[in-house]
């Protein structure tokens, strides 16, 4: 597939659902949507390449059990996700970085999730990266259980049957029927955007806070000489 050209097969929808099929792609959503490891993973892209090709024909699996299934799986990782943060809680933000973890990003969802809310779980399910931290915060910072699940279903339901069904809708268009595989180009075009904007902007941030830093001074002649005398 010419898509497997633009990079990893990690970020080609296609190649994953041919295989690992379903189940694979329910295991993605299911990291993606509340584990550490989770976050690099390309599930807007999966969901909507899998209502895509359902509808194509190309995928032989029931729309209605993927979008059921999809939608369990992304709730029952946020809950994995909350009580993983309830549990590791505020020592979560010392945790040092690894290739795997970035500290920024724990702050990101923070910021996010201090800015809306327990309505952040919904929103976030639509923001890459901020998804797979929001629902760890919301166990750290001690949100109430019934808030929590309340919203997490709301948000799962809404990103899991919605971006799945747009994928499914484009598939009856005929121009995307008979292109399947220059849309799906644009697909992992697309999913890495978001990739490529955090790395530029973690980049910038970083060049204006080694700009702001002071220099170090150095001591005075006349220190000098006391410490020298010494």
Request: aromatic share 10%.
């Amino acid at each position: 597939m010419t898509t497997l050209a633009l990079g990893p097969s990690w970020l080609d929808p296609n190649h994953l659902l041919n295989t690992f099929g379903i189940w694979g792609l329910l295991l993605v959503v299911f990291a993606e949507s509340g584990l550490l490891i989770g976050f690099f993973l390309p599930g807007d892209s999966l969901l909507f390449t899998c209502g895509l090709l359902i509808t194509a024909g190309t995928l032989d699996f029931p729309l209605w059990a993927a979008i059921a299934l999809i939608c369990l799986a992304a709730v029952l990782g946020d809950q994995a996700g909350y009580l993983f943060g309830k549990k590791v809680g505020p020592s979560l933000f010392n945790r040092p970085d690894s290739r795997l973890f970035k500290q920024e990003n724990v702050v990101k969802a923070h910021e996010f999730f201090e800015k809306y809310g327990p309505k952040s779980l919904v929103l976030a399910r639509f923001v890459p990266i901020v998804r797979t931290f929001t629902p760890i915060i919301a166990g750290v910072s001690g949100m109430k259980y019934r808030s929590f699940i309340t919203f997490n279903v709301i948000g799962g339901v809404l990103w899991g049957a919605g971006v799945t069904l747009l994928g499914s809708w484009l598939g009856n268009i005929e121009f995307v029927h008979k292109n399947i595989e220059l849309i799906l180009i644009l697909i992992v075009l697309v999913s890495v955007v978001p990739i490529a904007i955090e790395f530029l902007r973690a980049r910038g941030k970083a060049k204006k806070a080694a700009a702001a830093a002071p220099e170090p001074q150095a001591p005075a002649q006349g220190q000098r000489g006391r410490h020298a005398k010494r």
